[in-house]
């Protein structure tokens, strides 16, 4: 079976029912929802990893896969640390990884009015009241795991007061931090986030959409139910972490007694071996300056991947493989590398760059003479064409691809030796000069005009191919050969002080020599380089005539496909 027929059955393996299409399915079945409406609720706080993408993905996919409907929703009741900046880079993630929100782009901050709405209700309810414990006291009150909490002081209050004080909170009468509203749930159950949690609390904070008409903001464990529940959303996919809130979750749609309320379904987050995901890591990076801003190629950040020369595809396929799963497991960065190489592969062209030049001359090769030889673009996608490269006397090849006493099994250029130059002729290498310290500058050959690629010639055989570059017209670019920015035999974290273990060399420049048709190459073109891997071009390094490329994944790969 070929590569690509594998990877095929195995993602249908992975993604041909997960648990929560499972948990979908039933509820059609039973009539609880008659359609599927999910949403990605970011918080506008940073810019959004390949993590999120495995959200957007499963929650997009899954509306598009039951004929439901998607919603963008930007969760930002929190004006701390919010900003336009960031809805925008978010929106631009979302939309290349290929979700497609239409009209439904939502802001939980325009639901502002419902929430407030929402409290008055539960206050009515007796199902609320405004606390005057300090933050430091509420805690303290709460209890711990092993004893229960105790009850707050002003829970006694009655409903006409609350609904004034709590008024009062929103009329600005109050300080920050001098009065909260709590949810009469449980002081004594053994789920904390039950004890009475805080719903609303005084902030006298500008909010980027909302400015200053309110200082009283909803807490997040509060706000979300009601997003849902006023989207019409059916199953409201979280990570993990939020299982232990699932309940408070259900008591606030029950409680404001929404018609068909909306499920919280858990799922285990995606986490990378050796590589940082979470925003709040990503940008301790971009702040100690140790990653060239959000979308320095090192990062997984969506922006980051994006400008290495990642595709949606190859995001996509890759999350296929994670699966979607409710126990935790930590991928492995070279299945995602082994994914853009399966995405590329065939539809990018294979040009010829020399990273590490030495000069190669063909001693009787007639000088000033230019060949143009017709290339196969993609030998195994024809539907790419063929390019004219120039042939002449000097050409470069890798310093790697000589040896003046090579080892056994090297079958690359080394004195006496015949080599195929890719695209070309066989060329024998017959000496070689050295600088004053010893460095190997020119190799000097033959060529053997009878051999020329594609002529049909049988008369011998020679076992290394390797890869040049026309001297005369070849362009000098610079390529960025980029490793993980983590130092991977020492793991993320410093298990002292909790710093982040950095690779000191996880960014390596070199000036290559390439095609003179690399020169033209575009913003976001990327290319395999022969012998070598993919490469993509720089959007914010590279100018007209002058591109640099990033280095998105070398040819080899360590990672085996799971069987299906
Ligand atoms: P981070 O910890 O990186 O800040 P977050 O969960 O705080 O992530 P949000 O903006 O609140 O970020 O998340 C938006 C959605 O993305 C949430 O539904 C969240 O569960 C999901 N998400 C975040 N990180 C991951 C991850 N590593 N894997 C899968 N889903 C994730
Ligand atoms: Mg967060």
Request: aromatic content about 10%.
């Amino acid at each position: 079976m070929a590569d690509k027929e594998i990877l095929e059955e195995a993602s249908e393996e992975v993604v041909s029912k997960n648990f929560i299409e499972q948990i979908i399915d039933k509820d059609l079945e039973e009539g609880v929802y008659e359609t599927v409406h999910t949403r990605f609720p970011p918080e506008p706080n940073g810019y959004l990893h390949i993590g999120h993408a495995k959200s957007i993905l499963l929650n997009y996919g899954l509306a598009e896969k039951y004929n439901g409907l998607f919603n963008m929703r930007f969760d930002d009741t929190n004006p701390t640390k919010e900003k336009v900046e960031f809805v925008n880079s978010q929106l631009e993630d979302i939309k290349w990884l290929g979700a497609k929100w239409d009209d439904r782009l939502f802001y939980a901050s325009d639901y502002f009015p419902q929430m407030y709405e929402a409290a008055i209700k539960l206050i009515k309810k007796g199902k609320a009241y405004v606390s005057d414990l300090s933050a430091d006291e509420i805690r303290e009150y709460r209890g711990t795991f092993d004893e229960p909490g105790k009850k707050d002081p002003y829970s006694d209050r009655s409903i006409e007061e609350n609904l004034t004080l709590f008024n009062e909170m929103k009329e600005g009468k109050y300080e920050d931090g001098s009065k909260v509203l709590r949810a009469r749930i449980d002081m004594a159950s053994p789920n904390m986030n039950m004890r009475d949690p805080v719903i609303y609390r005084v902030a006298h904070m500008t909010h980027h959409r909302t400015g200053d008409t309110w200082c009283i903001y909803p807490m997040y464990d509060f706000a979300h139910p009601i997003e849902d529940a006023i989207e019409g959303i059916t199953h409201s996919i979280c990570t993990l972490e939020f299982e232990d809130h699932r309940p408070l979750y259900n008591w606030v749609v029950t409680e404001l007694e929404y018609p068909h309320p909306p499920k919280q379904i858990e799922f285990a987050k995606l986490y990378l071996k050796n590589v940082v995901t979470g925003k709040r890591y990503i940008k301790k990076l971009v702040e100690d300056g140790i990653a060239d801003g959000w979308d320095d190629p090192r990062l997984v950040s969506i922006s980051a991947l994006r400008r290495r020369g990642y595709t949606p595809e190859s995001i996509k396929m890759f999350c296929k493989l994670a699966g979607v799963s409710k126990s935790q497991a930590v991928a492995d960065m070279a299945m995602l590398e082994y994914c853009i190489r399966e995405d590329l592969k065939l539809k990018r062209p294979r040009m010829m760059a020399v990273l590490d030049p030495i000069k190669l001359v063909i001693d009787n090769y007639e000088e000033g003479k230019t060949e143009m030889l017709s290339v196969a673009n993609n030998l195994e996608n024809e539907a790419l064409g063929e390019r004219e490269v120039p042939f002449s006397r000097e050409l470069y090849i890798e310093r790697e691809d000589f040896m003046e006493e090579p080892p056994k099994k090297y079958f690359r250029l080394f004195p006496g030796n015949e080599v195929r130059l890719m695209n070309a002729y066989f060329v024998k290498c017959t000496s070689f000069e050295k600088d004053e310290n010893g460095n190997i500058t020119v190799v000097h050959c033959t060529y053997d005009p009878e051999t020329k690629s594609g002529s049909g010639f049988t008369g011998r055989k020679v076992k290394g191919t390797i890869h040049w570059v026309n001297a005369p017209t070849a362009k000098k670019v610079e390529v960025r050969l980029f490793e993980n920015i983590i130092d991977e035999e020492k793991g993320v974290y410093n298990e002292e002080d909790g710093s982040i273990n950095v690779n000191p060399d996880s960014k390596k420049i070199v000036t290559a020599f390439v095609e003179p048709a690399l020169a033209e190459a575009k913003a976001y073109e990327s290319f395999q380089f022969v012998r070598n891997g993919f490469y993509c071009v720089d959007y914010k390094d590279s100018k007209e005539g002058a591109p640099v490329f990033n280095r998105i994944v070398s040819l080899k790969s360590s990672f085996v496909l799971p069987k299906a």
